[in-house]
């Protein structure tokens, strides 16, 4: 498996709280792409960071990258109701034409007012 | 924004039955994906394509065919249908030819179950 133990989370915080989900990976990746799933939806991408980025932010969303540890994390500021969904982290060892992303197992947020 | 379309949106099928997942993307991207999505594993990779009359095997090819007839339909075909592939399917297409630049665009999902 291309995942650590730490994949499988379930969050539950308060609004307004900050978050932060970590992900780790075993072999070595170009990018981390970190989606989000609402429920019964597909993913959608939130926040891509590539190799030689250390961290990445959009707005409320930061995202780092730690390519000596392999690990990832997703930081959500002042986290609120809308942000309950699913959220993973996929990484692509390939380096060419297309992604085969491998996706961790995700970890459940769920925000309550 | 994206537009990928999955059809049908849920689906039962018999063991043994031959079962056909459709999609579409209007984005004219070249790149189009099957995942499987279990609880415990996550989303998998099952086939995908580089372009119209391109296929190849993912992670987990076993049991499905595709069919990549045109830019915009990528088809997932299971022959002969068995109850381990009941599943969430989700099809994505992707934006960019160097994997390190590229996103993915989901569908909804097709929800599979095979009695």
């Known amino acids: 498996s291309q995942w650590g133990e730490e994949n499988l989370q379930a969050l539950s915080i308060q609004e307004g709280e900050d978050v932060t989900m970590n992900c780790s990976y075993k072999?070595?990746?170009?990018?981390v792409h970190w989606y989000r799933q609402d429920s019964g939806r597909g993913p959608a991408l939130i926040i891509l960071?590539?190799?030689?980025?250390r961290e990445k932010r959009s707005g409320r969303l930061r995202a780092t990258l730690d390519t000596s540890s392999q690990s990832s994390s997703l930081s959500i500021t002042a986290a609120q109701c809308e942000d309950t969904a699913v959220y993973f982290c996929?990484?692509?060892?390939?380096?060419?034409?297309?992604?085969?992303?491998?996706f961790g197992k995700g970890a459940k947020l769920t925000v309550s007012p | 924004e994206a537009a990928v379309t999955q059809s049908p949106r849920n689906k039962v099928a018999v063991t043994g039955g031959k079962v056909t997942l459709s999609c579409n993307q209007t984005?004219?991207?070249?790149?189009m994906y099957w995942y499987r999505q279990d609880t415990g594993h996550g989303l998998r990779l099952i086939h995908y394509?580089?372009?119209?009359?391109?296929?190849e095997k993912g992670d987990i090819p076993d049991g499905y065919k595709a069919s990549r007839p045109s830019q915009e339909n990528f088809s997932l075909i299971l022959e002969l249908a068995t109850p381990s592939q009941t599943s969430v399917y989700f099809c994505?297409?992707?934006?960019?030819?160097?994997?390190?630049?590229?996103?993915?665009?989901f569908g909804h999902g097709t929800k599979l179950s095979v009695l």
């Open positions: 994505a297409s992707g934006d960019a030819q160097c994997s390190i630049n590229e996103r993915l665009f």
């Open positions: 072999t070595y990746t170009t990018v």
């Open positions: 960071i590539r190799s030689n980025e």
């Open positions: 996929a990484t692509d060892p390939q380096q060419g034409t297309g992604s085969k992303l491998s």
């Open positions: 984005n004219n991207h070249n790149n």
């Open positions: 394509s580089y372009g119209a009359g391109s296929t």
